[in-house]
């Protein structure tokens, strides 16, 4: 248990965050964890107000979930959070989105991987039949190897225009 501390602890130094940030982030973590078990499960994701109608917590959860175990720890939270940081990188905060629609992490986004993100996203708004046509037609814009998927240089490709990264920034 010692050593998993010890490397808890180098990890949290090799984060864009400052010591009062990582405090400040820690004390909002303790009142996230209702059951003070030490570590956030879904639910206590979705007893915050602003996200319970997010159709995206449960993905964004299972990407900062990076040792799969269904809850998210301390380390967890704040390394997801990093990505998002103001001194993070443009690169790091589209490797967070892309983790979003990457369901199986193997570096591509698959038709169906796309569809079922974006069905999150829509839900009863577009017929399956509209959702597969705006799927189909962006995987052709973006696929430009035309191996059928989006790698991130395609990804990173496709967003360049939009204001993503404003939107992936969070200021502590």
């Known amino acids: 248990m010692g050593n998993q501390l010890a490397k808890d602890q180098e990890d949290l130094r090799?984060?864009?965050?400052?010591?009062e940030e990582l405090q400040k982030l820690y004390k909002n973590f303790n009142k996230l964890d209702k059951d003070k078990s030490g570590a956030l499960e879904p639910q206590e994701f979705f007893?915050?107000?602003?996200?319970?109608?997010?159709?995206?917590?449960?993905?964004v959860i299972e990407v900062l979930d990076r040792n799969?175990?269904?809850s998210i720890s301390f380390l967890e939270f704040v390394q997801?959070?990093?990505s998002l940081s103001a001194s993070s990188s443009h690169q790091e905060k589209l490797r967070f989105a892309f983790q979003i629609y990457d369901i199986n992490n193997d570096g591509y986004i698959s038709n169906g991987e796309l569809f079922n993100v974006l069905k999150m996203m829509?839900?009863?708004n577009l017929t399956e039949v509209q959702l597969?046509?705006?799927v189909d037609r962006t995987i052709i814009k973006a696929d430009k190897d035309r191996d059928g998927k989006i790698s991130f240089e395609e990804f990173q490709d496709?967003?360049?225009?939009l204001d993503v990264i404003e939107k992936l920034t969070i200021n502590c």
């Open 80 to 82: 997801g959070l990093n």
């Open 47 to 59: 007893d915050i107000p602003e996200l319970t109608n997010n159709p995206l917590v449960k993905r």
């Open 122 to 124: 829509v839900g009863n």
């Open 68 to 70: 799969n175990d269904g």
């Open 14 to 19: 090799n984060l864009n965050f400052t010591e």
């Open 158 to 161: 496709m967003v360049q225009d």
């Open 132 to 134: 597969q046509q705006l």
